[in-house]
T-cell receptor, first 112, second 111 residues
Framework: DAMVIQNPRYQVTQFGKPVTLSCSQT?????MYWYQQKSSQAPKLLFH???????NEADTPDNFQSRRPNTSFCFLDIRSPGLGDAAMYLC???????????FGPGTRLTVT | SQQGEEDPQALSIQEGENATMNCSYK?????LQWYRQNSGRGLVHLIL?????REKHSGRLRVTLDTSKKSSSLLITASRAADTASYFC???????????FGQGTELSVKP
């Protein structure tokens, strides 16, 4: 089935040790999003790609970066994770602006 | 900044009862969407309602939109234990397709 896949599902990293989360999609959607969701909170948009056009939210920490090497894959890099970066990271896609988003199962990041 | 505010924050009902969740927002929108999230999982899209629509149905779900009051409601009829989840509204304004999520309503349906 066409879907949004995130790897790994659970990631444990040490304070300050870089980590990369990955997302792939078989929907051939143009738009991909990365959200951060902390416990009992709403998802918060970090950045999104409209095709190759990268859009960073104003309040996304500099510590967070993203790459989209092709339509199918998108990566979230956290250069120096702090304890406050522990969260669920959600990837989502949509065929175009103004349509519903399809979410992956998320990666739960723990920082020790 | 948070666009959508949801009410109630938590709702506990018995199986078979109806569940109503409300969402209010502040600025103009292109559409409003409802998502469900089971504990520890990703979000699942339920319904999208456009700004020129007033009501939409999907199975046991009914969504209304009142743009004059900047509010929406999600009604789940004949609820089941499997409906237990968090429900989020999300608004799509003129921000390049970005969704702004509300804080969510945590629904518990007891068998």
């Amino acid at each position: 089935d066409a879907m949004v896949i995130q790897n790994p599902r659970y990631q444990v990293t040490q304070f300050g040790k870089p980590v990369t989360l990955s997302c792939s999609q078989t929907l051939n959607h143009n738009v991909m999003y990365w959200y951060q969701q902390k416990s009992s909170q709403a998802p918060k948009l970090l950045f999104h790609y409209y095709d190759k056009d990268f859009n960073n939210e104003a309040d996304t920490p500099d510590n967070f970066q993203s790459r989209r090497p092709n339509t199918s894959f998108c990566f979230l890099d956290i250069r120096s994770p702090g304890l406050g970066d522990a969260a669920m990271y959600l990837c989502a896609t949509t065929r175009d602006r103004g349509y519903e988003q399809y979410f992956g199962p998320g990666t739960r990041l723990t920082v020790t | 900044s948070q666009q959508g505010e949801e009410d109630p924050q938590a709702l506990s009902i018995q199986e078979g009862e109806n569940a109503t969740m409300n969402c209010s927002y502040k600025t103009s929108i292109n559409n409003l969407q409802w998502y469900r999230q089971n504990s520890g999982r990703g979000l699942v899209h339920l319904i999208l309602i456009r700004s020129n629509e007033r009501e939409k149905h999907s199975g046991r779900l009914r969504v209304t939109l009142d743009t004059s009051k900047k509010s929406s409601s999600l009604l789940i009829t004949a609820s089941r234990a499997a409906d237990t989840a968090s429900y989020f509204c999300a608004t799509d304004g003129n921000q390049g397709g970005k969704l702004i999520f509300g804080q969510g309503t945590e629904l518990s349906v007891k068998p």
